[in-house]
């Protein structure tokens, strides 16, 4: 089920106060409609009725569901999440869970689980690319899909790279993924993880150091 609330917005242009309906909760399964917005960045903007600035609006606790491919993320923008408190519900949670702190990370979740890849091995991808490109310490990847506009059937991986220099895009060559997706699996990295994980560059450092 999808859950919207209304809350009380300030525009950060003319600080006029509006009442907007936001989304707690979007459940992709049984209401698809909200994925195409979600993807398009729709479903998180908002429109000031006053002086028509938009800005971006997300629940800090959002939660978006895919019943159909089993995965569930839980937004905790503002670090408030309490995993413990939702024990009793371990056993009815899909089989893959994360915790995300902010929406580009939600929104990267859902297209790489959408894209049937791992995202642990994203992550670790990540890193692996970056180290590549040094220089630049304040650059964040997020990854966009498969296929480049040349080739939109074709399975190399595209990325967004943000960093100060601006926004660019970059493909990674579907058996880098491959081959990293191998060997951390001989590796023994990729055993099931618990409720709740969170799978970022953190996770993926971690990973590598031990
Ligand atoms: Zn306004």
């Given at each position: 089920m999808s859950i919207s609330e209304e809350q009380s917005i300030t525009c950060p242009g003319c600080s006029a106060t509006s009442r907007v309906r936001i989304h707690r909760s979007v459940n992709v399964t049984t209401e698809p409609s909200l994925k195409?917005?979600?993807v398009t960045g729709r479903l998180f903007t908002f429109?000031?009725?006053?002086?028509?600035?938009?800005?971006?609006?997300?629940?800090?606790?959002?939660?978006?569901?895919?019943?159909r491919r089993g995965f569930l993320?839980?937004?905790?923008?503002l670090g408030k999440f309490d995993?413990?408190?939702?024990?009793?519900?371990?056993?009815?949670?899909?089989?893959?869970?994360?915790?995300?702190?902010?929406?580009?990370?939600?929104?990267e979740k859902v297209k790489i689980f959408d894209a049937e890849l791992d995202d642990r091995v994203i992550e670790v991808l990540k890193l692996v690319v970056a180290s590549q490109k040094a220089g630049d310490t304040a650059m964040r990847y997020l990854f966009e899909g498969t296929g480049t506009p040349s080739n939109p059937e074709g399975r190399d991986l595209r990325f967004t790279l943000l960093s100060s220099k601006g926004v660019t895009g970059l493909a990674v060559p579907r058996a880098a993924y491959d081959d990293l997706r191998t060997k951390l699996e001989a590796a023994g990295k990729l055993i099931p993880l618990s409720a709740w994980a969170v799978v970022d560059a953190d996770y993926a450092r971690l990973m590598l150091e031990t």
């Amino acid at each position: 089920m999808s859950i919207s609330e209304e809350q009380s917005i300030t525009c950060p242009g003319c600080s006029a106060t509006s009442r907007v309906r936001i989304h707690r909760s979007v459940n992709v399964t049984t209401e698809p409609s909200l994925k195409e917005q979600l993807v398009t960045g729709r479903l998180f903007t908002f429109a000031c009725p006053s002086c028509g600035r938009t800005s971006r609006v997300v629940h800090p606790e959002l939660v978006y569901h895919d019943m159909r491919r089993g995965f569930l993320l839980q937004m905790d923008a503002l670090g408030k999440f309490d995993a413990a408190s939702l024990q009793s519900l371990e056993s009815s949670l899909p089989a893959v869970t994360r915790v995300v702190h902010d929406s580009n990370a939600l929104l990267e979740k859902v297209k790489i689980f959408d894209a049937e890849l791992d995202d642990r091995v994203i992550e670790v991808l990540k890193l692996v690319v970056a180290s590549q490109k040094a220089g630049d310490t304040a650059m964040r990847y997020l990854f966009e899909g498969t296929g480049t506009p040349s080739n939109p059937e074709g399975r190399d991986l595209r990325f967004t790279l943000l960093s100060s220099k601006g926004v660019t895009g970059l493909a990674v060559p579907r058996a880098a993924y491959d081959d990293l997706r191998t060997k951390l699996e001989a590796a023994g990295k990729l055993i099931p993880l618990s409720a709740w994980a969170v799978v970022d560059a953190d996770y993926a450092r971690l990973m590598l150091e031990t």
